[in-house]
């Protein structure tokens, strides 16, 4: 297969097809001639090759070029890249040769010279005379004695070198008026009232994105440690965030607030029913934890675990007795609860501890047993004198079969009216564990009721954290 190809007038020759490996065709491209010097077909003019045209883009020319000139003028290129100065300007070339000239010459000291204006162009240093002619460029360093000869350094067939970078400057004025570049010899010093002080951040400096993800962290081991936000305090968080900031965030409660309770509704549908709480013999569930939350009525297990810890604060020095114990001394008598003090000396402890359910109702009895005088604290101000003789039978009986004769006879009993009082329904039994604490360690009852919502929190705090918290001194 033979394919012609017509230009103009004239055919172009024939050429033969390839065939490809893939089985297309492919023929062989003719270079064709330029336009330049006439139409297709006529010869090219004199000193002008026939130009093949390349396919693909053209590859970039170097930047900078170097040309020579022609004649005694600057070009206007140069014109505009070197201008004069300013009276109050210095360029950057000049200020080397300056202090090459003169090594005891300052920077504040060099001056501009009189007959030539010098640019620094990319890091090239080129002179321009008072007759608009510019010398080679020097290569290798700058020296006294080029310095000197640098009026005789013209040539009118120099080359010169194009960028496009205007000149540098520097304002000589600028620099002898900063406080480094005075005269003196030496620099000021820098006075401590211009530097910031920064060993404390205020508070408008630390962003709220960083103070929402301390709460968070915060938040989020409190719930793993508590089980729940029962126990949270605004005083915790606070806490948490000075010491970590080291700042006062008075001013950002709104915002904490606002966040914490956003986290809170956020964790309100998957409680951790799982979590439980174990100490010797006593385990509480959640839902044990949970009747130390706002009015609710507090449990035996929150009432038996707390005494627990009492005791083991205190040396068993102090004992306590469980909550079941006073219904089952009514219940079977001396005889249902003989075996409960089998491996107990009562007499030997300075205070006994019988935490009292009366139906709906908490109170306390307490036997010191050095005085011999049993104490009845009710938060109602109601006296149950059955149960302080219901214990006192039991001291009794105790004390006979143990063979404890001094402690047989001479009890007396007293009931203490000016203690704290409870004004609703629901803390009685928050008192009654109040109560036990100071008397244990001998510490004054000066709660009231507007205390109760802090001591239900820190008492949650106390059987999580099996320990007792703000303990006065050991007894």
């Known amino acids: ?28 491209r003719v270079p064709k001639q330029c336009d330049c010097c006439g139409p297709n077909g006529k010869g090219h003019a004199t000193g002008h090759h026939q130009i093949a045209k390349k396919r693909g883009r053209r590859r970039a020319e170097p930047v900078s070029e170097v040309e020579v000139a022609t004649d005694n003028h600057v070009s206007s290129a140069v014109v505009d890249l070197v201008s004069t100065p300013e009276p109050d300007e210095i360029t950057v070339w000049e200020v080397q040769q300056a202090m090459l000239c003169d090594p005891t010459t300052t920077l504040s000291e060099a001056g501009p010279p009189a007959s030539d204006s010098t640019a620094l162009h990319n890091g090239i240093v080129a002179s321009t005379t008072a007759n608009g ?11 006294q004695s080029d310095c000197l000869g640098l009026d005789q350094m013209v040539d009118d067939n120099a080359m010169e070198v194009e960028h496009a970078i205007f000149p540098v400057y520097l304002n000589t004025k600028a620099l002898w008026d900063h406080r480094y570049c005075k005269r003196g010899g030496h620099w000021e010093a820098v006075s401590t009232e211009e530097l910031p002080d920064l060993s404390q951040s205020s508070s408008a400096e630390v962003q709220d994105d960083h103070i929402i993800e301390l709460i968070h962290e915060f938040l989020e ?142 109170s306390l009895i307490t036997v010191d047993v050095s005085k011999q005088n049993i104490n009845f604290y009710d938060s109602q101000g109601i006296l149950f004198k ?45 008192f009654v564990l109040e109560y036990c604490k100071c008397l244990a360690f001998k510490e004054p009852l000066l709660f009231t009721q507007e205390d109760m919502p802090k001591v239900r929190k820190r008492i949650y705090k106390e059987l999580c954290d099996c320990k007792l918290l703000d303990v006065p001194k050991p007894v």
């Open 1 to 28: 297969m033979r394919v012609r190809v017509y230009n103009g007038s004239e055919q172009a020759e024939s050429v033969p097809a390839e065939m490809s490996e893939n089985g297309r065709s492919r023929r062989k």
């Open 133 to 143: 002619d510019r010398p080679e460029t020097p290569a290798a360093p700058v020296t």
């Open 221 to 362: 081991n409190f719930y793993e440690k508590y089980g729940s936000f029962i126990p949270l305090i605004e005083e915790d968080i606070l806490e948490y965030l000075n010491k970590h900031l080291n700042t006062d965030l008075k001013d950002r409660k709104k915002m904490i607030s606002t966040e914490v309770m956003k986290y809170k509704s956020g964790l309100a549908c998957a409680p951790m029913n799982f979590f439980k709480v174990t100490y010797n013999k006593h385990i509480l569930a959640l839902d044990d934890l949970a009747t130390l939350d706002d009015q609710n009525w507090v449990n035996d297990q929150i009432i038996n675990m707390y005494g627990e810890l009492i005791m083991e604060t205190t040396n068993h020095k102090i004992h306590f007795f469980n909550s079941f114990f006073y219904r089952q001394l009514v219940a079977k008598g001396y005889e249902g609860v003989k075996r409960w003090t089998k491996k107990v000396d009562l007499f030997s402890k300075r205070l006994l501890l019988v935490p009292v359910h009366l139906e709906i109702h908490w």
């Open 386 to 430: 059955f149960a302080v003789d219901n214990i006192l039978k039991y001291i009794l009986a105790e004390a006979k079969e143990k063979k404890q004769t001094a402690f047989q006879k001479g009890w007396k009993m007293t009931v203490n009216k000016t203690i704290p009082q409870q004004k609703n329904d629901n803390d009685c039994g928050v």
